[in-house]
């Protein structure tokens, strides 16, 4: 399915989730997650390990866009949801859990919003675990982008002299694994076989090197 659609789908089932709450006018809750997730399209930035948005969201709507009977705590949940799955198909790093909270304000324009940003770095649910073939390290994967390497802003950091400061990137993207070298100077293999300027598809069970240091890859 691809993202376009599959954004449809997950709008939709934000508006079935919280169809009692109704906007008034022009405003929607599909509409509301639409734009949130544009805005935090706009906030793509660069990260060593790749493309990263912030993860705390501070929205305003026009108090009349916004009927009183909603359920704020059930809409916000929804919308956190949303960006968090839109986050995890387009491989952004989020680097903490996505949190959207949701205020009206009369100066914001009626059928807009108003949103800023910050990154907020928390703890993240694992998704996957690498696991040392021949040792007792082990590292949980939470974020959509995992950084391996030696330097201090790793997300999975490896002490080993021989594995570079930056050295490789795993990463989630449209329900698939990826890992991609970082022109490390001893390489990346999968199974054995080496990973170049291209990022590799890879799967449960397969054997990840990063130089000597080698670990399993569990999909949890």
């Given at each position: 399915m691809g993202l376009a659609r599959s954004l449809e789908r997950r709008l939709e089932r934000l508006a079935d989730g919280i169809s009692a709450a109704v906007f008034r006018g022009r405003m929607h809750p599909v509409d509301l997650a639409n734009r949130l997730v544009r805005q935090a399209d706009l906030m793509v930035q660069e990260l060593p390990a790749g493309p990263g948005i912030p993860n705390r969201f501070e929205v305003s709507v026009n108090d009349h866009d916004l009927d009183p009977s909603i359920d704020i705590a059930a809409l916000t949940t929804e919308l956190s949801n949303t960006v968090s799955e839109t986050a995890a198909e387009r491989g952004w790093m989020i680097q903490g859990p996505i949190q959207v909270h949701m205020t009206t304000d009369p100066n914001v324009g009626r059928g807009s919003i108003r949103c800023s940003a910050e990154a907020e770095p928390g703890q993240l649910h694992p998704w996957a675990e690498l696991a040392e073939h021949r040792g007792d390290r082990s590292f949980s994967i939470g974020d959509n982008r995992a950084l391996v390497g030696r330097a201090g802003d790793a997300t999975i950091k490896l002490e080993d002299p021989e594995v570079s400061r930056h050295h490789a990137v795993i990463?989630?993207?449209?329900?698939?694994?990826?890992?991609?070298?970082?022109?490390?100077?001893?390489?990346?293999?999968?199974?054995?076989?080496?990973?170049t300027s291209e990022p590799v598809l890879i799967g449960s069970g397969d054997m990840l090197s990063f130089g000597p240091a080698t670990f399993a890859l569990r999909v949890l």
């Open positions: 990463y989630r993207q449209a329900e698939a694994i990826w890992i991609l070298d970082l022109q490390s100077a001893n390489g990346t293999t999968v199974n054995g076989r080496n990973v």
